[in-house]
């Protein structure tokens, strides 16, 4: 984590200089600020040294001198609030607040970072409860958004077990190892390509405020039973809960319903529009705690208001830049990835086409031995042909030889019958041996003519072979790369005020929330119909995490389930999550539900 050191310029005099340490969700700052230094003065130096602009979602929280969680009031000197007696003084810089939609809420790239680390935190930490196949599904976006697209080529085997990727009460409820389970988040991780890091962060964000108990700050409370209950405060309203089920709520009252909230001691009561309904009243172990909820009420039913008002000068203006640098971002990306592509194509025209000159070249000395072989064959075919008109030649001699002998034979007379006889059988075989020699020599003649024209096809074959051989010479003299060419290349909220500054003196304090003339019946059908929208777009979202629970469920360790496991489990056999909970509470009467919650 990064340690930035500055200092806060002194309005002058000799104020004692203050140090204090602020620690964000990825980095530590260390200011020299003077004993008159406010609250917001501290908080916006924060702003600034990081670079927020979306403020009010955050606040600076510190643990008080009776082990409380507090937040840095803005009107009050730092040194007058029951900040810690430490130097330097610790804060912690986080969202105070959560929006009803990321997608639609959350400007700047830095903010939606810093929820993305702070809710990731809050879920590997088990604060917020996640089922285990959105856990899985969670950490794929949280590993592409730290290492970028998966490669292959690059990725190690165990490269993930490091990682802080899922709950440990995930890990322990299957029966798998810590291979299966980098194998099982690789596998989602690999689908995730193409993504930035703000845009896998955003996905993260909007897959974890559909959890039951995302962004809820809870608080023990009793009713007037003394039931032991829960009291939840959230972007929605506020809602209460049994003691062994901070999942689903038992009653709920949105912000569009409440009127006025106010303290006195330990004792908390919420006026309701209706004023026929009667109060609903509860009580706090401290009446400090009761000063916290009421400054989360108060912080959060302003930002519920601001939501359904156009969009102040200064949103407009995020909006417009936030909109200009993602369409810069898109641009660069897109080149990037032409240029990527570019490059891949002639990575792979340059390994076909020594693909292809590997094969011309096999083709080329291929040509060449058959070149060799068709000389040695003419060569061959040549002295055959010689030695065959020779062996003719012979025996056309040999042949008109035995006719001569023939003829004189003839022409001589025999004296004697047996020398006549004797000399006709010579006569015979004389001719005899003149037509087998005839027949030889025309069957050689045969023979030779046959060899020429082999001879002849002989040197047809060699003549196509060295054009074949010319022909691809000539081709494997063009560059295969000549036709490619890579480039490298908080203002509008005036009309809330708390009666007081929540000092720490106060035990008794009161805030109007909703004004008289506004329509609340209008509110709560824009609230309605956002709630409906909203139920569409995660429809596909739903469908992923059903198909991952049925690949991981044969694995499961039934006696490592916790009560939230099988409350979780009881909310999607009935069909219910958090919207439908919510909606089916509010469908009941003010009346009714107060009712409901005293009899807790």
Partial sequence: MPIVKMKKKKSGGSSKSLPVRVTTMDAELEFDIDNKTVGKELFELVCRTIGLRETWYFGLQFVDSKGYIAWLKFEKKVLDQDVPKESPIPFLFLAKFSPEDVSEELIQEITQHLFFLQVKQSILNMDVYCPPEASVLLASYAVQAKYGDYDESTYRSGMLASEDL????????YQMTAEMWEERIKVWYADRRGMTRDEAEMEYLKIAQDLEMYGINYFQIKNKK?????????????NVYERDNRLSPKVTFPWSEIKNISFKDKKFTIKNVD?????????????????LILELCVGNHDLFMRRRKPDSMEIQQMKAQAREEKERKQLDRSRLARE????????????EMERKLGMLQDEVRGAQEALIRSEESADLLAEKVRILDEEAQLLTQKAAEAEGEVHRMKLNTMKTEEERMMMENRAMEAELIAVTLLEDSEKRAKEAEMLRNELVQARISEKAAK??????TRTTQYTPYARYQVLTSESDLNHLRLNSD?????TEMSCDLIPDN???????????????????????LQEQLKGLKSEIEVLKVEDKQTDMDRLHEANLERGENKYS???KITASTLRSRVTFFEDL
């Fill in 502 to 506: 929540l000092g720490s003196g106060d």
């Fill in 275 to 291: 004023k026929k309904a009667p109060d609903f009243m509860f009580y706090a172990p401290k009446s400090r705690i009761n000063k």
């Fill in 467 to 472: 054009g074949t051989l010319l022909e691809l």
């Fill in 226 to 238: 003394g039931s032991e209950l829960w009291f939840g405060v959230d972007c929605r309203g506020i």
């Fill in 518 to 540: 506004m329509d609340h019946d209008q509110l709560s059908q824009e609230i309605e119909k956002e709630r409906l929208e909203y139920m569409e777009k995660s429809q596909h």
């Fill in 166 to 173: 899922l709950p440990q009460r995930v890990i322990d409820q």
């Fill in 581 to 583: 909970t919510l909606s």
């Fill in 340 to 351: 990527k592509q570019m490059r891949e194509e002639a990575t792979r025209e340059k390994d």
